[in-house]
């Protein structure tokens, strides 16, 4: 098993330069919604409306789905998906799905949708359960940062 692992990790290191060698500059930009590695959905196929109307993460489905901003975005009902539809700057998470303190500290990082906050209607993710604590002790001075910085974070 061990020496499994070792032979996959050596083939992802003689295949990376490869992919990394054909992206130009300007498709190293980061995406205007975070949408992981695999999964190439927001929020990593979990229901944005559901944070806000149910208070806590589930999972959304393929029946509901939509595009926008160049991500994949899935409901847990047809009713979720309208009213995203009809006003989705109100239920997207803040900063594309990326990290909140991370945006604070001028960097786009992966955002946990497992780890998520709505502050004043809002939704907020963080990367992980350190990150979070930072964050907890002062929200609305990250929030500020992370607003002032969020313009420019992505290099786009």
Same mark, same amino acid.
């Given at each position: +098993?061990?020496?499994?692992?070792?032979?996959?990790?050596?083939?992802? %290191? +003689?295949?990376? &330069?490869?992919? +990394?060698? $054909? *992206?130009?500059?300007?498709?190293?930009?980061?995406?205007?919604?975070?949408? =992981?590695?695999?999964?190439?959905?927001?929020?990593?196929?979990?229901?944005?409306?559901?944070?806000? $109307?149910?208070?806590?993460?589930?999972?959304?489905?393929? !029946?509901?789905?939509?595009?926008?901003?160049? @991500?994949?975005?899935? /409901?847990? #009902?047809?009713?979720?998906?309208? !009213? /995203?539809?009809? +006003? &989705?700057?109100?239920?997207?998470?803040?900063?594309?799905?990326?990290?909140?303190?991370?945006?604070?500290?001028?960097? @786009? *990082?992966?955002?946990? &949708? %497992?780890?998520?906050?709505?502050?004043? =209607?809002?939704?907020?993710?963080?990367?992980? !359960?350190?990150?979070?604590?930072?964050?907890?002790?002062?929200?609305?001075?990250?929030?500020?940062?992370?607003? #002032?910085?969020?313009? $420019?974070?992505?290099?786009?």
């Amino acid at each position: +098993m061990k020496r499994r692992h070792v032979l996959m990790a050596a083939l992802a %290191l +003689m295949a990376a &330069p490869v992919v +990394m060698g $054909t *992206v130009t500059p300007a498709e190293a930009k980061k995406a205007d919604i975070y949408q =992981g590695y695999f999964w190439k959905a927001a929020l990593n196929g979990y229901d944005t409306v559901a944070y806000h $109307t149910v208070g806590k993460p589930v999972e959304g489905s393929s !029946k509901f789905q939509t595009d926008w901003k160049g @991500a994949k975005w899935f /409901f847990a #009902s047809k009713e979720n998906l309208d !009213k /995203f539809k009809s +006003m &989705p700057d109100k239920y997207a998470p803040q900063y594309g799905g990326y990290c909140a303190y991370g945006v604070s500290q001028g960097a @786009a *990082v992966k955002g946990d &949708p %497992l780890l998520w906050k709505v502050v004043d =209607g809002k939704l907020y993710v963080n990367i992980n !359960k350190d990150v979070v604590k930072i964050w907890n002790k002062d929200i609305p001075g990250y929030i500020q940062q992370a607003n #002032s910085k969020w313009p $420019t974070v992505l290099g786009n």
